[in-house]
């Protein structure tokens, strides 16, 4: 397969997730996909729950609808044109994260654009979408079959990697993979940078970047930081609309027990009865908390991200990514700021 025949899949795929991510768009106008093959794939996206928690119907419709729009044509296009075609295909381990669905996508589709081969590890908290998507794929394009494997067990043959993970598993990843070549990414989050001006749109936007995928994502914000006279009142209103997030049950159960916890240890908090506010220098909060920190002058916020720049994926805010865009990358916004497909590019020298 040359590149101009990748992207004509990558068009199935998106075509594929864009039906997907609206159960309610009229599925008879695909030219690709039969209304049983639909279906099938409808019922494994209603049945992620019962194997993740965290992975409801409309969470997965939603990382769905944010591959569709990053997988255009002329992005693709674009964004293919700035690197080489691998002629001899590595075979690129990848190691998948399981905090929002099919989150690993992006690095499947950068192997197959420089011409190699991947061989897929799934996350077991992510194991049974992207196998559903793929065979569906397989009946469309039969030549996709042989440009990817999905791993169980025993990894071997192996000429490069790519894995995603928690601090702890990079010490995994390390001793087992360190020998090759290697691009491993670590634990990050996002911040938000507010100057006070902001309406209660933006702040309202401000919400969907702190609750889709319950802030599991690295570009979910799980920091802010507010000017020295900032109201945090108007901030709690502007997201007041997304108090039904304390009715999944995962995400309640973290609210009460942070909740708790601060009781106990009578630390001082903001409360809104589905999240919960902590000033402190700590970049990382738990699910249902959002840190944050005030600052006076443009100074203190360029130390603090200078401070933390190996932990911050994004920073949101006016001056930065819209509000309301954190989940919303471009196909060559690469995670952790690396260029994946150059890196790719250099396995063939």
């Excluded at 004509?8 to 039906?19: D, K, P, Q, T, Y």
């Excluded at 420089?114 to 908290?125: C, F, H, P, R």
């Excluded at 928690?166 to 989050?189: A, C, I, Q, V, W």
């Excluded at 599991?216 to 502007?238: H, M, Q, T, W």
Aim: aromatic share 12%; with cysteine; net charge negative.
């Amino acid at each position: 397969m040359n590149r101009e025949h990748w992207i004509e899949v990558c068009n199935s795929f998106r075509e594929l997730f864009e039906i997907l991510a609206d159960d309610e768009l009229n599925q008879t106008l695909s030219k690709r996909f039969t209304s049983n093959e639909l279906d099938k794939i409808n019922q494994v996206i209603i049945a992620q729950k019962n194997y993740n928690g965290w992975f409801t119907e409309d969470c997965v419709r939603q990382a769905l609808e944010g591959l569709s729009n990053m997988m255009n044509s002329d992005d693709l296009t674009k964004w293919t044109s700035n690197y080489s075609y691998n002629s001899t295909p590595k075979k690129v381990l990848l190691i998948m994260a399981g905090n929002i669905p099919l989150v690993g996508f992006h690095d499947l589709l950068c192997v197959w654009l420089t011409g190699n081969y991947a061989q897929i590890k799934l996350s077991s908290d992510d194991q049974t979408l992207l196998p559903a998507i793929l065979n569906l794929m397989n009946e469309i394009h039969p030549e996709l079959q042989s440009n990817y494997s999905i791993e169980i067990g025993k990894i071997t043959k192996s000429e490069a990697v790519i894995a995603t993970g928690s601090d702890n598993s990079n010490m995994y990843f390390e001793k087992y993979f360190g020998h090759l070549p290697s691009l491993f990414r670590k634990n990050r989050t996002s911040i938000a940078v507010l100057d006070g001006n902001e309406s209660k749109d933006e702040l309202f936007n401000l919400g969907k970047d702190i609750f889709q995928f319950y802030g599991k994502g690295c570009r979910n914000v799980s920091y802010l930081l507010i000017p020295d006279s900032f109201n945090l009142d108007v901030l709690f209103e502007a997201i007041l609309p997304y108090h039904e997030l304390i009715n999944h049950k995962k995400y309640g159960n973290n609210y009460d027990y942070n909740r708790a916890i601060h009781l106990l240890n009578q630390e001082k908090f903001l409360d809104n009865n589905f999240v919960i506010l902590k000033e402190t220098d700590a970049l990382f909060s738990p699910i249902s908390m959002i840190h944050y920190s005030r600052y006076q002058n443009q100074n203190e916020i360029i130390e603090f991200t200078k401070k933390n720049s190996n932990h911050i994926q994004i920073v949101i805010g006016r001056k930065f990514i819209p509000l309301g865009q954190g989940q919303n990358p471009k196909v060559w916004d690469y995670a952790d700021g690396i260029d994946t497909m150059q890196w790719l590019n250099k396995l063939s020298n």
